[in-house]
């Protein structure tokens, strides 16, 4: 006795009402008097015999799609997304910027709280927020960030950016990003007037990171928290990278570095409790940070370049 699921006819009638008319399962097995595993089964099977094929437009469009996936599987991070690379730095940040932009419109949703540390590519990443829907979202600095140097790089000045974008809430972390010890930094953590941004801190919905590394040329040095001193020391003592100015090496270990922390903001072992922590960086100069920032648990997504993303892999 011939099978309802082996039914041509039958399988032509439920692809037709399921695919071209966008009728429900169940709607279809209450019509045709099926049940709803009997439909699914009409499904899979029209799909095995090739009545039905199914292809994803412009998948072709999406020219690192495998790369991603595969460096989602090789790290267990939640989302990869990768951009073209350049051999100009401003234009990588500006590829990866762009990337990010559209990401995160994506990923926020109303009530959201953000965090958002500094960077250089964190800074043109806003200016690809171009249609958001989100509302009522909230964006507090990861770190603090004061004086003359490359304001615009400051945690502060692009959570504020963010939440004019949004129209949003946009609350300060009104201290500097590094003190002059542990001890100071512990007792203006306790300040009154820090407590609002610390908590907030502490029930993100999102963090934003850019990561860096010690060089002339990075985000902390441009700030001038670090100079060209101290980022030679961290070189020798193999840093590979940084989140809101808290060391890690390749391993994504801080602990020999744990006596500087004398950072105001938010302690990166804290992003562990972060649903969505984007680590958003590239180039193959940030390999290893980028490396780091995997294994030491501080990010689960990642926006990068396709250099980097290979590298990774090869790693």
């Given at each position: 006795m011939k099978k309802v699921v082996d039914d041509v006819r039958l399988m032509i009638r439920v692809c037709d009402l399921y695919y071209n008319q966008s009728i429900s399962q169940q709607k279809i097995?209450?019509?045709?008097?099926?049940?709803?595993?009997?439909?699914?089964?009409?499904?899979?099977?029209?799909?095995?015999?090739?009545?039905?094929?199914?292809?994803?437009?412009?998948?072709?469009?999406?020219?690192?799609?495998?790369?991603?996936?595969?460096?989602?599987?090789?790290?267990?991070?939640?989302?990869?997304?990768?951009?073209?690379?350049?051999?100009?730095?401003d234009e990588l940040m500006d590829h990866i910027g762009r990337m990010a932009g559209r990401y995160v419109e994506r990923k926020i949703r109303s009530g959201h709280v953000v965090g958002v540390s500094m960077g250089r590519t964190l800074r043109k990443m806003v200016n690809y927020i171009q249609d958001p829907e989100a509302e009522d979202v909230t964006f507090v600095p990861l770190i603090g960030g004061?004086?003359?140097?490359?304001?615009?790089?400051?945690?502060?000045?692009?959570?504020?950016?963010?939440?004019?974008?949004?129209?949003?809430?946009?609350?300060?972390?009104?201290?500097?990003?590094?003190?002059?010890?542990?001890?100071?930094?512990?007792?203006?953590?306790?300040?009154?007037?820090?407590?609002?941004?610390?908590?907030?801190?502490?029930?993100?919905?999102?963090?934003?990171?850019g990561i860096g590394y010690p060089s002339e040329y990075s985000s902390i040095t441009a700030t001038g928290y670090y100079d060209e001193q101290e980022i030679e020391d961290l070189k020798?003592?193999?840093?590979?990278?940084?989140?809101?100015?808290?060391?890690?090496?390749?391993?994504?270990?801080?602990?020999?570095?744990?006596?500087?922390?004398?950072v105001i903001g938010a302690d990166i072992h804290n992003l562990y409790r972060v649903p969505c922590c984007i680590g958003i960086a590239g180039g193959v100069e940030k390999i290893s940070a980028v490396l780091g920032a995997i294994r030491g648990g501080y990010i689960n997504h990642l926006v990068t370049d396709e250099e980097c993303a290979r590298a990774l892999l090869e790693l």
């Open positions: 097995a209450q019509t045709l008097g099926l049940s709803r595993p009997t439909v699914s089964r009409l499904l899979s099977s029209a799909r095995e015999q090739g009545i039905v094929k199914i292809t994803i437009s412009d998948l072709g469009e999406v020219r690192y799609w495998d790369l991603e996936r595969r460096l989602e599987d090789r790290y267990h991070l939640q989302e990869v997304l990768i951009s073209d690379s350049s051999q100009d730095t004061l004086g003359q140097l490359q304001t615009p790089l400051h945690a502060n000045s692009i959570a504020e950016s963010l939440a004019e974008a949004y129209h949003g809430t946009f609350v300060p972390l009104h201290a500097p990003a590094r003190v002059s010890s542990r001890k100071m930094r512990d007792e203006l953590m306790k300040e009154e007037s820090l407590s609002r941004p610390v908590t907030l801190m502490r029930h993100m919905d999102i963090a934003l990171l020798s003592r193999r840093v590979a990278g940084d989140i809101c100015m808290q060391f890690f090496d390749e391993t994504g270990d801080t602990s020999l570095y744990s006596s500087e922390n004398n």
